[in-house]
């Protein structure tokens, strides 16, 4: 089975950073795209950033230039460096990925189960 971790979250002061990692395991084939979810409270779950097997990027525009993907091919892991935090930036944050199972050989979107990211004074 696969299956996505991430790690990383935590409770920052506003301006602060935190770089979360998620590994996904299992029997994979290949993975075409990670990317970063987040949802808040009674909030709908938006897309935060992407990031293609070619190393294509995709951010939201409220992260631009403060956030950064990156990805490990070799480790199947992404990373969210998340810098200049601010408290509109609290959520639940959530790996996904769109990947090619081994067997049997199909495509799959999975999520993690989410790390809490805080920011507070």
Do not use: H
């Amino acid at each position: 089975q696969v299956q996505l971790v991430e790690s990383g979250g935590g409770l920052v002061q506003p301006g602060g950073s935190l770089r979360l990692s998620c590994a996904a395991s299992g029997g994979i084939l290949r993975i075409n795209a990670m990317g970063w979810y987040r949802q808040a409270p009674g909030k709908q779950r938006e897309l935060v950033a992407s990031i293609t097997s070619g190393g294509s990027t995709n951010y939201a525009d409220f992260v631009k230039g403060r956030f950064t993907i990156s990805r490990d091919n070799a480790k199947n892991t992404v990373y969210l460096q998340m810098n200049t935090l601010e408290v509109e930036d609290t959520a639940v944050y959530l790996c996904n990925a769109d990947l090619i199972q081994t067997y049997p050989i199909s495509r799959k979107e999975c999520w993690g189960q989410g790390t809490q990211v805080t920011v507070s004074s």
